[in-house]
């Protein structure tokens, strides 16, 4: 069956940086889109960014770009989020999730989702 396991996540100052890790199994991992949420305590789970399955293009929220970066690595079945310049507003639990097909921003579109990792900025 598909697993997706985050790992990276941690307590960090503002302005620091963080590498958020989602590790996949069980799906043919190219041809699959893969997506960044985070849920924050007592708000709704929201997009982040998301990257397309072989080529690798990706689409942020406004509030991200410029700070963070999502890549790939086919032959490790894995994806990256890079955070930069963080924020006390980027404190939440962080998800990936993967989608076959073309890349998309909303939650429903997405099949399959990793169990999270929390991410604390400290101001």
């Known amino acids: 069956q598909v697993q997706l396991v985050e790992s990276g996540g941690g307590l960090v100052q503002t302005g620091g940086s963080l590498r958020l890790s989602c590790a996949a199994s069980?799906?043919?991992?190219?041809?699959?889109?893969m997506g960044w949420f985070r849920q924050a305590p007592g708000k709704e789970r929201e997009f982040v960014g998301t990257?397309?399955?072989?080529?690798?293009?990706?689409v942020y929220t406004n509030s991200v770009k410029g700070r963070f970066t999502i890549s790939r690595d086919n032959a490790k079945n894995t994806v990256y989020l890079q955070m930069n310049s963080l924020k006390p507003e980027d404190t939440a639990v962080y998800y990936c999730?993967?989608?076959?097909?073309?890349?998309?921003?909303?939650?429903?579109?997405?099949?399959?989702w990793g169990q999270g990792t929390q991410v604390t900025v400290s101001s």
């Open positions: 990257i397309t399955g072989s080529i690798g293009v990706t």
């Open positions: 999730a993967a989608r076959q097909g073309a890349r998309a921003t909303r939650l429903y579109e997405y099949n399959y």
């Open positions: 069980g799906l043919t991992f190219s041809n699959y889109a």
